[in-house]
């Protein structure tokens, strides 16, 4: 299948006839310059603490609950089996005491993300 166009008998000869096509604008992106190494660095820093934040409350929480299953069962008295009661007592009163502690190691680990790096 022939797609030329074939000049006719006792036409006279024309000239192709082009269109005018608008001129298609290339759109004017203009890139963002990449921060130094080193801001890149602190930034990258910044949210690596905020992360530790959230994941040390996680950590509290989670210590604050088994300590209020461990209290439950030693208010539950003779409802479990023996020994259970002591292990209960003895563990809720350990994890009361580490939790003072984790408490202030939080403290220290949210000053030190709040102060600039």
């Known amino acids: 299948m022939e797609t030329a166009l074939k000049p006719q008998p006792g036409a006279p ?3 192709p006839v ?3 096509t608008p001129e298609r604008r290339k759109p004017d992106i203009a ?16 949210e690596a603490r905020k ?4 994941h040390v409350a996680a950590f509290e929480a989670a ?3 088994v300590r209020d299953l461990a209290d439950a069962i030693v208010e539950a008295g003779d409802l479990y ?4 009661n002591d292990f209960a007592r003895r563990l809720g009163e350990e994890l ?3 939790s003072k502690t984790l408490a202030a190691l ?3 680990q949210r000053a030190a993300a709040s102060s600039p790096a």
Request: glycine content about 10%; cysteine-free; proline content about 8%.
């Open 63 to 65: 210590i604050g609950e």
């Open 31 to 46: 890139l963002v310059e990449a921060p130094p190494a080193g801001v890149k660095a602190r930034q990258l820093l910044q």
């Open 13 to 15: 000869h024309a000239e």
């Open 81 to 84: 089996g023996p020994g259970l």
């Open 96 to 98: 009361f005491w580490k």
């Open 106 to 108: 939080a403290l220290r």
């Open 51 to 54: 992360a530790s934040l959230e």
């Open 18 to 20: 082009t269109q005018a």
